[in-house]
């Protein structure tokens, strides 16, 4: 089967300020979403890449290459109208956080998981004041109802872009307490993937390389890495 493909048919990609919000023009007319929604963006900078991203195209349109823009589309299209759907699901990884279940052996594992688990948990609980459980193996434990109360005030404060990006930061790294730690600058995006394929690559050290899950790592570094980028630009 013959794959769908799109021309470039415009001149012209620009910017223009509509009210508070900026919007992605083609030629003279307004970038949509799937939807047919405007791209009413909050932030310069993420309307400037939007451009950047449908700009690079000299001939064929490649979605693959407009990452950034898909986010935005999603955030549009999506997120706006189920909030409360997107915070309820990022409610769930809190109760459920991989930082919490630890191993018991062997002790090399037990200690890697404390070095760099338990710095995010202190963190946490400083300055978010969010204190979550940790227990050893993979039997649930229901965290307190006044921690996920306190995980709800934070990101309930969040616009739906920002819950766009921030919902991506938490599924990829398989904790909503990464995904703050990210948000709020105390890590990096490298130091996110350690921390959450901290037992996966434990593996790998001691039993070689596995092609499938080293590809699964990279893919998901770039996937976050894109996630964390659209967060930036919305300050």
Not at 122 to 147: H, M, P
């Amino acid at each position: 089967m013959k794959k769908w493909t799109k021309r470039r048919t415009w001149k012209k990609t620009s910017v223009k300020k509509v009210g508070k919000s900026f919007q992605v023009y083609l030629d003279d007319r307004a970038l949509l979403t799937p939807k047919k929604n405007r791209l009413c963006l909050p932030t310069w900078k993420l309307a400037v890449k939007v451009v950047e991203e449908w700009d690079q195209h000299e001939d064929f349109i490649d979605p693959s290459k407009m990452v950034i823009t898909r986010l935005v589309n999603s955030a549009i299209d999506k997120v706006k109208q189920n909030c409360d759907a997107v915070i309820s699901d990022l409610l769930n990884y809190g109760d459920t956080d991989l930082l919490c279940y630890r191993t018991e052996s062997p002790k090399e594992l037990v200690l890697k998981q404390h070095k760099y688990w338990d710095p995010i948990l202190v963190w946490a609980k400083k300055e978010l004041s969010i204190d979550l459980k940790t227990t050893c193996g993979i039997t649930y434990i229901a965290q307190d109802s006044n921690q996920i109360k306190r995980i709800a005030e934070e990101i309930t404060t969040y616009d739906f872009f920002t819950l766009t990006g921030f919902y991506d930061l938490v599924t990829i790294s398989g904790s909503i307490l990464v995904a703050f730690s990210l948000y709020h600058g105390q890590i990096s995006t490298d130091h996110a993937i350690d921390i959450s394929f901290l037992d996966e690559d434990w593996q790998r050290e001691k039993w070689g390389l596995d092609k499938e899950s080293t590809l699964n790592r990279n893919n998901k570094s770039v996937d976050l890495k894109t996630a964390y980028q659209f967060v930036t630009l919305l300050s």
